[in-house]
């Protein structure tokens, strides 16, 4: 479980295929207070530890994640947004985030306002796949406010401290990024199912 508040940028140094999985080998400043068998979010996706040696760390990403995600497009020198597990009666400065993908949405739009910046992002809507204004989205494993909402897309605005320590300042129309849907819309979704008008 995360908070979708971002800790710091990973760098990506290796990428080694093994049959239909990616180990994915990156430098971070928290490599010294990881341990095997961790659990970390990389973009938004929860991925575990599965060795470390220096000041690198290695994961592995299976094809059901490479297929629900953007780890499949990372390339050596990429950043990724990083995040460890929650704390357990620490403060949600965020909101609770499980750190499972449930689509790959597309920016679409970047515009610079007075000291901040709106970024657009379209997806693919579905049951559980909603948003709403002043609702919670995390894009790439960033927890956001939605600052207006459309079937099949939305935007948020994002300050310069956010800006500047996630991958958010290298985004541009077309930059492919992480979605998670916030938990409770999923589920109370998924309980109006039945309730739906039948086509």
């Not at 406010?145 to 996630?166: K, L, M, N, Q």
Request: charged share 20%; aromatic share 6%; proline share 4%.
């Amino acid at each position: 479980m995360f908070t979708g508040i971002i800790e710091t940028l990973a760098t990506v140094t290796r990428i080694q295929k093994d049959r239909s999985n990616l180990d994915i080998t990156l430098e971070s400043s928290l490599t010294p207070e990881l341990k095997i068998d961790q659990s970390l979010a990389h973009n938004g996706v929860c991925l575990t530890v599965v060795a470390i040696e220096g000041t690198t760390y290695t994961v592995t990403a299976v094809a059901e994640t490479l297929s629900r995600s953007n780890l499949g497009d990372l390339r050596e020198g990429d950043r990724v947004n990083l995040e460890r597990a929650m704390v357990l009666g620490a403060r949600l400065d965020g909101h609770i985030v499980q750190g499972h993908v449930d689509q790959v949405g597309r920016c679409t739009g970047v515009s610079q306002q007075d000291g901040s910046w709106i970024f657009r992002f379209d997806y693919e809507p579905g049951p559980g796949r909603v948003t709403i204004e002043k609702g919670s989205i995390t894009v790439d494993g960033v927890s956001l406010t939605v600052v207006d909402s459309a079937p099949g897309s939305f935007s948020v605005a994002i300050i310069p401290y956010t800006y500047e320590h996630t991958r958010f300042c290298e985004y541009a129309p077309g930059t492919r990024v992480n979605l998670e849907f916030d938990m409770i819309g999923k589920y109370v979704a998924r309980l109006m199912e039945p309730h739906r008008p039948q086509a």
